[in-house]
């Protein structure tokens, strides 16, 4: 027979006390096993010392902390950057990026195996739609960079990238400070599973994560951004607009043809007008497609008109992605983009890159694992 591990991170500690009980446990137990896998981010069971060795072992066998297995971490950025490879039980893989700044540290997590949407700029779209995530594997993508945050070195100054600079131990937060749902797949495609995950993040009994610390990028899924503005979280919003045009919108991403421009823009109007929150554009910079002042002009149109609300313009020159044929914008056309834009009073800046070289960047997550250990095999020879 074979038995399905429970997967534990799926558990708030209501479930995970129930569960317990019905193992035989007393349910002291399942608050001790909830602290250490929550509080203390803990990964292994062996390491849980307060539980008795039985009950370690009996978990072994018949619970995991959640369907992800680690296969492998890159670093980059000197090391402020790190990438973590997960795979599933089909061997499907999944990404997460822990990015270290100065007083702060941010995890880029994933919502699914590969995603549904489409955009022909995107790495993980090449992939297709393999599976959704549980609460608990997107979880503990979180709780994985809570871990490897303790790893990352005090004094960083990697040469040539002073704009990474972590000055010294002071500067790396002992504790991660912000969560973006903005690595492979569409959170709002999944959308239960991604807010169970936030639910428990967010629990102050366990990791707790305040609301306003997670970010949710959608591709523009309306509904599930109709959703949002009725949550009582705090949750911050983004959304990957990268065209005020419908035509060339459409050709990029195909979501739009059936949540064209307008009827996106209409919605989070009405989430920052319900929520008084500030919603970012994400805008990625494609030479030739997307990029001229013509399109930055049409952008400022389509943001002021109806009058200001509270919104950002992150602009994202294109980072590469095997046989797409794009490439990225010249550095003077995207200071130009951003510079008109700001001529026109919508407040934009260019996102600074992380984890090129390590395929971290956004839109290169491709959950190529073969690949991923074909090369970290490459880099230990000689
Ligand atoms: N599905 C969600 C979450 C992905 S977030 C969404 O679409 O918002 C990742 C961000 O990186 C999105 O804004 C996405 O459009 C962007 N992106 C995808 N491919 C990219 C690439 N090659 N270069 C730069 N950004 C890219």
Request: proline residues 5%.
């Amino acid at each position: 027979m074979n038995m399905k591990k429970v997967n534990l991170l799926d558990l708030d500690l209501d479930a995970l006390t129930t569960q317990v009980k019905a193992w035989g446990y007393p349910a002291f137990r399942a608050k001790q096993l909830y602290r250490q896998l929550w509080v203390n981010a803990v990964a292994r069971f062996e390491d849980m010392s307060d539980l008795p060795a039985a009950f370690r072992d009996f978990l072994n066998e018949h619970a995991c902390i959640s369907n992800l297995r680690l296969m492998l971490e890159r670093e980059g950025d000197g090391g402020l950057t790190r990438k973590a490879v997960f795979a599933l039980p089909g061997n499907e893989t999944v990404e997460a990026v822990l990015m270290v700044y100065p007083g702060r540290a941010t995890v880029c997590v994933s919502s699914q195996a590969g995603c549904p949407m489409g955009c022909v700029f995107c790495a993980t779209a090449k992939l297709g739609f393999l599976q959704d995530l549980s609460p608990g594997d997107i979880a503990h993508q979180v709780l994985w960079a809570q871990r490897a945050l303790a790893e990352v070195p005090g004094r960083i100054e990697p040469e040539g990238a002073a704009r990474h600079r972590v000055h010294g131990p002071e500067d790396v937060p002992a504790r991660l400070t912000n969560a973006v749902f903005m690595g492979m797949g569409e959170p709002f495609n999944n959308y239960t599973n991604w807010r169970a995950s936030v639910e428990r993040l967010h629990d102050p009994g366990g990791f707790n994560f305040g609301a306003r610390n997670f970010t949710v990028s959608t591709v523009g899924l309306v509904p599930g951004i109709r959703k949002l503005m009725d949550d009582p979280l705090q949750i911050n919003l983004a959304i990957s607009l990268h065209a005020a045009d419908d035509e060339i919108r459409s050709a990029m991403m195909p979501v739009n043809k059936r949540y064209p421009i307008a009827e996106l823009i209409a919605s989070v109007r009405d989430y920052t007008e319900k929520t008084h929150r500030r919603v970012s554009f994400e805008y990625v910079l494609i030479e030739g497609k997307n990029d001229d002042l013509e399109e930055a002009r049409k952008l400022a149109d389509l943001l002021l008109m109806g009058g200001k609300f509270p919104m950002h313009v992150n602009l994202i020159p294109l980072n590469p992605v095997d046989d797409i044929g794009m490439s990225r914008s010249s550095r003077e056309r995207v200071s130009a983009f951003r510079d008109y834009l700001e001529s026109r009073g919508v407040p934009a800046t260019v996102r600074i890159q992380r984890g090129m070289d390590i395929d971290a960047a956004c839109g290169q997550l491709a959950g190529d694992l073969a690949r991923d250990l074909q090369q970290a095999a490459a880099g230990t020879k000689g």
